[in-house]
């Protein structure tokens, strides 16, 4: 997939002497090889950036084809556009001299580079273990030069903070801490030991020597405070450290941040008031999914929060490790390494933008996207904002139109349920209380549940139907999508009891041919894998993958990738009045959302996750094949005589499942990019009436009728709903 991203950033091309070089390259290409000016894969591992003047400096392990081990010292590569890079040459060599702490062969770690001001020194930091000795002495190393490519000088290495108590540390806690005897706690990773951990069990035993010093970072703040961030405590938490005023050695204050939470690889940056920390749990060489944590000081008190990756392998940060995060003007690029131990020189670099969706850091794979340069950058952000800003009043203003129009207090049936699936779509898009109370109200009416039959004996599904003993058909579950996310936001066991109960039964039972109409994989699909999410149970991703077959072998065309509604329209048993195969756009609209909401909340991971993404990317494909020149789909996808003109259900489900997969990395932009735009503008163009309301919906229905009349006037619950999830993921489109 190729991916070109416009990332804002606002950089002065300049021309010097230290860092001009011929611009060959224009974007950054995660996991592939990274030539430097001479040809050669960069060797800078877990480094970080400097800017100084108009250069940009970066600071890295260098790698040996068969040792992680330092054969050579720091890296230092200098670059004026971030994209291409002149190799400056060994910043800081080791040693030759035997047992000196940088001797040839040590353990020279994440190397940081910041710039004193007042002393005008460029001041590195770095993990250090010295030869010999694996990962057992734990140090930090700085080192000293009065250029940013060096040569440094080495000064000293150490361990952090010996005799110091952290600033949070009042004489209760000291007390507590001197108690703590490690005999009594010889058996590690149990309840007791974990909470002798967070009380400072390996903080006292250490107390003496020093602090262990492993993964870390620096960061300058805006006072011009400088700290140290770092894995210490066996790696089971992180300190923040104060530097002194020559950013040479610690002031002596410092905090814990997450104590026993088993975080390093820290980077860390501040927007708008708020500090972000993005950190990898210990898994050694091996990827895992990266943490999330945020404070409104450096000092803490830190919160954690969900993994912020998104895309193909996020749940093991794409394949890498955080090593940094660089600020550009007001933008910020995460800086991860995909390690290669087998073969350390080969180890690749993951660089993406962030985003920031509701106010928090997202990073979307992209393997491909392009830095712009151009000195109008401020004034384009500007319109692009106002851009952003316009499709939030117009989704206000049809999400306002509805609920003003039509009371909340409905039964929980599958119409009135897809438009709640758009409603909380939208208060995560805008933080709308009145609106999420609409859909609180709805929930509470039907008691959090859908059909309401008691006894699971009299619970059916094998044919449409809306009494209350249909339980188990998908159009009285598709409710339990907006109860589990109402959950989510606000937990309250009654919420998903009845979703657990019916779902967990149908999960568990030997049926599998519960989803027989296309509908249903909008449904219910969505449904499991937020299950699975809620409860961790894997059964039922499992009941999704064993329903979905069945599904498959009833309706599926295998020579298109499209399903035919049910198995009533199968082709040639089914056809349209010119004889070609009838597909219903409503009806692929809910496969193809139904999917991308699957992989939302899909683990990468699961043995099934590669049928679900070819499953998903083929029919993307093909919807956007049989696209109508003015933007929407037809109510018969591949026969537009059978019911003409527009129809905005299936067109909305079809362009929210195709943003979906570009912002996520499964589609690439470039390939879907214009189809995109078309179907939106026909949604806010055509569709969109002038007092908020959305025409052109087919009424509830099957299939493409000849003569059915639709229109400006044609709204219903489930066509805003379609609407306002399309809407939403399309401010996320133009946001990246």
Not at 477 to 505: S, W
Not at 598 to 626: G, S
Not at 695 to 703: F, H, L
């Amino acid at each position: 997939m190729t991916k070109r991203l416009s990332f804002l950033l606002l950089i002065c091309v300049a021309c010097i002497t230290t860092g001009a070089q011929v611009s060959h390259n224009k974007t950054i290409k995660s996991g592939q090889i990274w030539p430097d000016d001479k040809g050669v894969h960069i060797n800078a591992h877990g480094g970080g950036i400097m800017k100084y003047g108009n250069t940009y400096y970066w600071f890295g392990e260098h790698k040996a084809d068969t040792t992680s081990s330092a054969m050579v010292g720091v890296m230092c590569y200098s670059s004026d556009d971030l994209v291409n890079w002149k190799n400056r040459g060994v910043a800081l060599s080791v040693s030759d001299e035997k047992g000196h702490d940088t001797e040839r062969g040590c353990i020279l770690e994440r190397p940081k580079v910041i710039y004193n001001k007042a002393t005008k020194k460029f001041c590195m930091w770095f993990h250090l273990e010295l030869k010999g000795r694996g990962y057992s002495a734990a140090r930090y190393g700085v080192a000293v030069s009065d250029k940013p490519e060096g040569p440094y000088k080495f000064l000293y290495s150490k361990r952090a903070n010996a005799g110091i108590y952290p600033i949070e540390f009042k004489d209760e806690q000291k007390s507590i801490m001197d108690t703590l005897n490690a005999d009594n706690f010889k058996e590690w990773w149990t309840p007791t030991w974990y909470e002798a951990v967070t009380k400072g069990l390996i903080l006292k035993r250490d107390f003496g020597t020093g602090q262990m010093a492993r993964d870390m970072t620096l960061y300058i703040d805006d006072d011009g405070k400088a700290y140290h961030i770092f894995s210490s405590e066996e790696n089971l938490t992180l300190h923040i450290a104060e530097l002194t005023n020559d950013f040479l050695h610690h002031s002596g204050r410092y905090t814990r941040v997450a104590p026993g939470g088993q975080n390093e690889a820290p980077a860390i940056f501040k927007k708008d008031g708020t500090y972000w920390m993005i950190t990898s749990g210990c898994t050694g060489w091996a990827p895992n999914e990266a943490r999330m944590f945020s404070a409104p000081s450096i000092w803490g008190p830190w919160t954690q929060h969900p993994n912020p990756c998104v895309g193909p392998r996020a749940n093991k940060t794409f394949g890498g490790q955080s090593t940094y995060i660089l600020p550009v003007s007001d933008q910020y690029i995460f800086m991860a390494d995909i390690w290669r131990p087998n073969h350390p020189s080969d180890a690749r670099y993951i660089w993406l933008p962030i985003e920031f969706d509701n106010g928090k850091p997202v990073i979307r794979w992209q393997d491909e996207w392009e830095l712009s340069t151009t000195s109008s950058n401020k004034k384009q952000a500007k319109v692009h904002q106002s851009v952003v800003e316009e499709v939030k009043d117009i989704i206000r203003k049809v999400n306002t139109y509805w609920q003003t129009n039509n009371p909340a207090e409905v039964r929980a049936f599958w119409d009135n349920a897809a438009y709640h699936t758009g409603n909380i779509e939208v208060y995560k898009l805008l933080k709308d209380q009145q609106m999420l109370d609409y859909s609180i109200r709805w929930a509470e009416h039907n008691q959090w549940k859908g059909a309401t039959e008691p006894d699971p004996a009299k619970w059916k599904y094998k044919q449409y139907g809306e009494g209350q003993d249909y339980v188990l058909f998908g159009d009285w579950q598709i409710c339990f999508q907006t109860y589990i996310d109402l959950y989510n936001l606000a937990p309250d066991d009654k919420k998903v009891a009845r979703a657990k109960e019916v779902m967990g039964y149908e999960a568990s039972s030997k049926a599998h041919d519960y989803w027989w109409w296309a509908d249903a994989l909008y449904m219910v699909m969505p449904v499991m894998t937020k299950m699975y999410k809620l409860t961790g149970d894997t059964k039922y991703l499992n009941k999704l993958y064993e329903n979905l077959c069945y599904c498959d072998s009833i309706m599926l065309d295998t020579e298109t990738g499209l399903y035919f509604r049910d198995g009533k329209y199968v082709y040639p048993k089914h056809k349209t009045e010119s004889g070609k195969k009838d597909f219903w756009a409503r009806g692929d609209g809910w496969v193809l959302a139904g999917l991308a909401k699957v992989l939302q909340d899909m683990p990468t991971d699961y043995v099934r996750h590669p049928f679900f993404v070819e499953k998903y990317q083929r029919l993307a494909r093909a919807v956007k094949q049989i696209q109508q020149p003015g933007g929407y789909w037809t109510r018969s996808m591949m026969d537009p005589q059978q019911a003409p003109g527009p129809e905005t259900s299936g067109t909305a489900f079809f362009t929210y499942g195709l943003l979906w997969g570009v912002n996520n990395g499964y589609l690439p932009k470039k390939e879907f990019a214009p189809t995109i735009e078309k179907a939106w503008k026909y949604l806010t163009k055509i569709a969109l009436q002038k007092d908020g309301k959305v025409g052109y919906v087919q009424p509830i229905g099957e299939r493409a009728i000849p003569g059915q009349k639709v229109d400006a006037n044609s709204q219903a619950n489930f066509g805003v709903g379609a609407f306002l999830l399309a809407a939403c993921e399309y401010v996320r489109y133009i946001s990246q």
